[in-house]
């Protein structure tokens, strides 16, 4: 059964590989006899087994077969159940299917298909209250080049919409919806939203300095907002949903600087303003990738192409 299995797979590489009807081409993975079973024959490894259970690293878990990014390890957590646990995947990358036990749900890669595990909700394990249990075998790890990792800061509005558009954008590592630029510490999106306490609605961006730059960030943000808006964003109105940049140094400041300039030239009033970065307190769990967890689009933001 295996071995029909493995020939399977190599089949659907060679059809992948096809220039038939310009589809794109799929490259995947060979597997081993083991890998094969779980990911393609949908077995399950045993539990305290795999690579992956008790592993600690800082990075990316990819899809074995495709190499398709599945989770971040920030949202990885010890659930004591001997498979590795996540509360929460990259946007996009998971596809739920019935499980054919007719309790379950089963978790595949969205890209390829490959058999990943099970996710159960409502265990109250972590505050997300999700729990994809993945098997080792169906995972690779990329731990991330620290080096190249940088972080920026942007304020538009309603941080949902914002953190929606920019976690999309390829060489973004996370985007983490916050508080900025006020008076007092660790506030509470009570406190914020009564207006008097100096902080705006603000997106962390950690991003791969190797794969995207920061103008192209900035880029995307002047294009996913209005700009031109000096009382909020959209409905949305008020000291704290200001659009603002809060630049970590010179260099930044410079290329927010040459951007604006050349909206100004092209006919935009721009309302946003510069603002020097000061600590970033993270917004309470439900704020988190609010619109990938409930299944909207953003109400107040969308692209608009500016230069």
Not at 96 to 112: F, K, N, Q, W, Y
Not at 136 to 157: D, M, N, R, V
Not at 278 to 298: L, S, V
Request: proline share 4%; glycine share 8%.
């Amino acid at each position: 059964m295996l071995r029909f299995l493995i020939i399977l797979s190599l089949l659907l590489n060679v059809l992948y590989a096809t220039d038939m009807d310009k589809l794109p081409v799929l490259q995947l993975n060979p597997l081993t006899n083991q890998e094969a079973a779980v990911i393609i024959g949908k077995a399950t490894e045993r539990p305290f087994s795999g690579q992956y259970y008790d592993y600690k690293e800082d990075g990316t878990y990819l899809c074995k077969q495709c190499d398709a990014p599945l989770y971040k390890s920030s949202s990885k957590f010890n659930s004591g159940g001997g498979w590795p646990s996540f509360d929460d995947a990259i946007p996009g990358a998971i596809k739920r299917i019935p499980d054919a036990d007719g309790r379950r749900v089963e978790i595949v890669c969205a890209r390829c298909g490959a058999h990943l595990g099970h996710v159960f909700e409502g265990e109250g394990l972590t505050p997300k209250d999700r729990r994809y249990c993945v098997n080792s075998i169906s995972l690779s790890f990329q731990k991330e080049k620290a080096e190249s990792l940088q972080k920026a800061y942007f304020a538009g509005g309603c941080f949902w919409g914002v953190e929606y558009y920019l976690e999309k954008e390829s060489g973004v590592v996370d985007v983490v919806s916050g508080y900025m630029g006020g008076h007092i510490k660790n506030p509470s999106y009570k406190e914020v939203s009564r207006g008097n306490s100096g902080h705006l609605e603000v997106v962390e961006v950690t991003y791969d300095a190797s794969k995207v730059s920061y103008e192209r960030l900035a880029r995307l943000f002047f294009e996913i907002h209005n700009p031109q808006q000096s009382n909020g964003q959209g409905p949305d109105i008020g000291s704290q949903y200001l659009s603002a940049i809060f630049v970590s140094n010179e260099q930044e400041r410079k290329t927010i600087q040459k951007l604006i300039k050349l909206l100004v030239q092209k006919g935009y009033k721009i309302a946003t303003t510069i603002r020097e970065k000061t600590p970033f307190y993270k917004a309470e769990e439900y704020h988190q990738n609010y619109y990938e967890n409930k299944g909207r689009k953003p109400y107040c933001h969308a692209y608009v192409k500016r230069f």
